[in-house]
């Protein structure tokens, strides 16, 4: 079926930046004009460093298209960044048939060039590791291909999907649980695949929640993305829309005034990002996140729990306090999937528990997200907590809090 248009419909005949007077400048104005946080928040904030792109332009800085076309992708390009070790360089080689690099001048730059355990290095310089496929290892963890009732959509939850719209993203992290597509130039994102997408959501009533994915959605333009933010609002079942992205983490650039006057239109939109580490909140992620939260999106933050980046309890308090000041919400903890050639940064499931169990009750409510295990051949998210249940007979329970306090509860 498909009463669907067939090119981009004219949702809003507006300009994305309106020139004359009238509600929709006013619209505009008030999201320049949204007051600045206090400074003893933005003190927490510093900008990210420059490295070897000191000297360019502010306005090219600024410019997310620049620094997508400026990635680093190739190793005599990555040497100028950092000093790699001999792994670092033998993997930069030998896995690019697996998983190609790329990342983008302002992540580069948050890289310690001398230090080879940085966090934000092993995220996004290969490392030998990657080329050790473990026996667990899977091609498609989550079993994400086999619920795909059309390409490019995944249906597994009875009233969500996922939709895959683009595999693109300005950073490959080299833990990706989709690297058997992304970064992979020939399984690009057709637009009759988008199509399909869209007809098979509005020919299911059931679905009322559609998780934009990818690859990275804000990899696509502005006017793209608005394109299909347009036909899926304009399918009555559809309540809520999901976008996942890390562009505000690698790419924070990319939330112009342009895409949040855009996104305001297709209103009620839940942003999910991927912070990984404390480094990652910098001046220019800080004001990524605060436009789109003063542009009504509400945000969650989805960790993956990785072996050297941020298996430490003190460093996920941290991140996630830092996370609070930016408007975003812990919402997950991953366990490391099983995905190829990621088993270096897998840790045992009781790191986070350990970590769940020194957030709960020592910090703010807010700031303890839900650990979960994304059980491999599709068996969904699967959460796992401390255990504060001591013991249970009849209608006697003990239980223990935070302190470690045991407390007895009768049910009435
Ligand atoms: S942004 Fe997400 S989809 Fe893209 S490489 Fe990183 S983990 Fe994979």
Redesign the pocket.
């Known amino acids: 079926m498909s009463t669907l248009p067939s090119s981009r419909p004219s949702l809003d005949p507006r300009p994305m930046h309106p020139a004359g007077d009238g509600p929709e400048a006013g619209d505009l104005s008030r999201v320049a004009a949204d007051p600045r946080p206090a400074a003893q928040v933005l003190s927490r904030f510093p900008p990210g460093p420059r490295s070897i792109w000191r000297d360019v332009p502010e306005a090219l800085w600024n410019d997310w298209h620049w620094q997508q076309r400026e990635r680093v992708t190739r190793l005599d390009q990555l040497e100028k960044v950092i000093r790699l070790t001999d792994d670092e360089r033998r993997a930069a080689i030998e896995s690019d048939a697996e998983f190609h690099m790329g990342i983008t001048p302002y992540y580069a730059a948050l890289m310690d060039p001398e230090d080879p355990a940085c966090p934000i290095r092993l995220q996004s310089v290969p490392t030998m590791g990657e080329l050790t496929i473990a026996p667990a290892d899977l091609e498609d963890p989550l079993a994400e291909e086999r619920d795909m009732p059309v390409r490019g959509i995944t249906h597994r939850y009875p009233d969500r999907v996922l939709f895959y719209t683009t595999h693109n993203?300005p950073?490959?992290?080299r833990?990706?649980?989709?690297k058997r597509k992304?970064s992979d130039p020939t399984s690009a994102t057709a637009k009759s695949q988008v199509e399909a997408g869209l007809e098979y959501i509005a020919a299911h009533p059931e679905i009322r929640d559609v998780v934009i994915s990818?690859?990275?959605p804000l990899s696509l333009s502005d006017e793209r993305l608005d394109y299909i933010l347009g036909r899926l609002r304009a399918i009555p079942h559809v309540e809520i829309f999901r976008l996942g992205t890390?562009n505000i983490v690698t790419l924070p650039q990319r939330v112009t005034d342009d895409l949040v006057y855009m996104l305001r239109r297709h209103h009620p939109i839940y942003v999910n990002t991927?912070f990984n580490h404390p480094r990652e909140c910098t001046a220019e992620a800080f004001e990524a996140a605060r436009r789109l939260a003063d542009a009504g999106c509400a945000i969650g933050n989805q960790m993956v729990l990785l072996r050297g980046v941020n298996d430490d309890p003190a460093i996920v308090k941290e991140l996630n306090h830092k996370l609070l000041l930016m408007r975003i919400r812990p919402y997950y903890i991953y366990q490391c999937d099983l995905a190829r050639g990621i088993s270096h940064f897998r840790t045992p499931v009781e790191t986070g528990i350990r970590i769940i169990e020194y957030l709960r009750g020592h910090t703010s409510g807010l700031a303890v997200p839900h650990f979960v295990v994304d059980a491999p051949h599709g068996g969904g998210k699967i959460p796992v907590s401390p255990d504060y249940v001591v013991s249970h007979e009849g209608k006697r329970w003990v239980f223990r809090n935070f302190a470690g306090g045991e407390y007895e509860y009768f049910e009435p």
Do not use: I, L, M, N
């Not at 833990?175 to 989709?178: D, I, K, L, N, V």
């Open positions: 993203c950073v490959y992290c833990h990706c649980t989709r992304v990818g690859g990275d890390r991927h």
